[in-house]
């Protein structure tokens, strides 16, 4: 990065206004031009909207992550960052979801037991 695209790296937004404002605010950039967008319907950011902003300086390439369910799961990265963020994103719903797995497997354990005995 470079001085003149200097931006706040943000890993969420606090709410819809707050969201709203920065994009606002990122709109009106002189030094950021979108480069691309695009909507994205991969796992675990279903219904995500990403727009790749690019500093006309540095050449920096920066991701708006919308995610059109839940504002606050939105973000915005450096390209390299939001990689690494959305990679990391991914591992916690496959823990999740192992998690969620196992509990069903013990309900279902213990239910069968009870009903057995």
């Known amino acids: 990065m470079c001085e003149d695209c200097n931006c706040e790296q943000l890993y969420n937004f606090r709410d819809e206004d707050h969201f709203f404002q920065f994009e606002k605010k990122l709109q009106s950039s002189s030094k950021l031009r979108i480069q691309d967008t ?3 319907n991969s796992e675990p ?3 995500t909207k990403e ?4 500093c006309t300086s540095c050449s920096t ?3 708006l992550s919308t995610n059109l ?7 915005f990265l450096t390209q390299d960052n939001s990689d690494k963020y959305k990679a990391k994103l991914q591992s916690k719903d496959k823990v999740k979801s192992k998690g969620c797995v196992l509990l069903i497997v013990l309900l279902l354990s213990l239910f069968m037991f009870f009903t057995l005995y």
């Not at 727009?51 to 690019?54: D, H, P």
């Not at 369910?69 to 973000?75: G, Q, T």
């Open 69 to 75: 369910d839940n504002i606050k799961k939105s973000f």
């Open 51 to 54: 727009t790749y902003y690019r």
């Open 38 to 40: 695009g909507e994205k």
């Open 45 to 47: 950011l279903l219904k």
């Open 61 to 63: 390439v920066f991701v």
